[in-house]
């Protein structure tokens, strides 16, 4: 997993669901709870040494971000809790499509 994420520069998290999911064979909302929670820690460090060398983000920023991930997770857990693990499947195939593509199309353009 490290090796394709820093040689390709694909998502860590996204690439450690794939492995619980079909290698490990987790549950999608297990596998996915597990990912988020190490991703959590990735994100916290990686943050955690920009503000040491003195990256400071902008403030109105920094809060949209925290606001709507929040938002985001609530509505996310609501509809995960809700769905079939044959909906969740569907549901990521199709948001990991979709950012697949928005990736290219940036890509492109720039």
Not at 14 to 30: A, D, N, P, Q, R
């Amino acid at each position: 997993i490290g090796f394709i994420c820093g040689f390709v520069g694909a998502g860590g998290g996204m690439m450690l669901l794939l492995i619980l999911t079909s290698v490990l064979g987790y549950e999608l909302k297990t596998a996915v709870g597990t990912s988020v929670f190490i991703m959590a820690f990735t994100a916290f460090t990686g943050a955690s040494s920009h503000f040491m060398i003195g990256g400071i983000p902008d403030l109105k920023v920094l809060l949209l971000c925290i606001a709507f991930t929040f938002i985001g997770a609530q509505v996310s857990a609501k509809f995960a809790n809700k769905s079939s693990e044959k909906v969740l499947n569907r549901a990521l195939g199709i948001v990991l499509t979709a950012i697949g593509g928005m990736m290219i199309i940036m890509n492109m353009i720039a």
